[in-house]
């Protein structure tokens, strides 16, 4: 082994580091969601700025998104991904639009995406400016993660 630096730490012992010590940084808690849930989401944000003509033939939409398990997912990713990316104020919003809603809202409105079958109906098609389709979800399908539960979870069955 080498000596190197062996003389500049004769005598120095390691010392102990208050992590509660005042002025040292201590990590910046998280910011609070701007929407508490993938349907508020959907419903307040997405469909009122992604404005398609959906038809059924060229793209497809659900009013009932929340059927189909891989949209939901994919909308769920758009949201935290928008969360994120809405705390650059430089370019997240355009990260956010080429990296993540261009792609998963190509995927989603594919005429062989999952929204396939939704291809009949009115509450599946919108006219050129319009929101997208939207149906609400059953109450309590996605509740809002803003809001902090006090204690375990209450069984009112009993």
Same mark, same amino acid.
């Given at each position: 082994?080498? !000596?190197w630096g062996d003389d500049e730490l004769e005598g120095v012992e390691a010392q102990p =580091? !208050? =992590?509660d010590e005042p002025g040292r940084e201590t990590a910046e808690p998280a910011p609070e969601l701007y929407y508490g849930s993938v349907d508020e +989401? =959907? $419903? #307040?944000?997405? $469909?009122?700025v992604y404005r398609r003509r959906i038809d059924g033939r060229h793209r497809c939409w659900a009013g009932r998104w929340w059927e189909?398990? %891989?949209a939901v997912i994919r909308l769920e990713a758009l949201w935290r991904s928008w969360e994120h990316l809405r705390q650059d104020a430089a370019t997240g919003m355009s990260v956010w639009? $080429? !990296?993540h809603a261009d792609h998963h809202m190509a995927v989603l409105m594919d005429p062989d995406g &999952? +929204?396939? @079958?939704? @291809? %009949?109906? #009115?509450e599946n098609k919108s006219k050129r400016g %319009? &929101?997208?389709?939207?149906v609400a979800p059953p109450e309590g399908m996605f509740p809002d993660v803003r809001e902090e539960t006090d204690g375990p979870p209450v069984d009112d069955a009993h």
């Amino acid at each position: 082994m080498s !000596d190197w630096g062996d003389d500049e730490l004769e005598g120095v012992e390691a010392q102990p =580091v !208050d =992590v509660d010590e005042p002025g040292r940084e201590t990590a910046e808690p998280a910011p609070e969601l701007y929407y508490g849930s993938v349907d508020e +989401f =959907v $419903r #307040e944000y997405l $469909r009122n700025v992604y404005r398609r003509r959906i038809d059924g033939r060229h793209r497809c939409w659900a009013g009932r998104w929340w059927e189909h398990d %891989e949209a939901v997912i994919r909308l769920e990713a758009l949201w935290r991904s928008w969360e994120h990316l809405r705390q650059d104020a430089a370019t997240g919003m355009s990260v956010w639009w $080429r !990296d993540h809603a261009d792609h998963h809202m190509a995927v989603l409105m594919d005429p062989d995406g &999952p +929204f396939a @079958t939704a @291809t %009949e109906g #009115e509450e599946n098609k919108s006219k050129r400016g %319009e &929101p997208l389709p939207y149906v609400a979800p059953p109450e309590g399908m996605f509740p809002d993660v803003r809001e902090e539960t006090d204690g375990p979870p209450v069984d009112d069955a009993h």
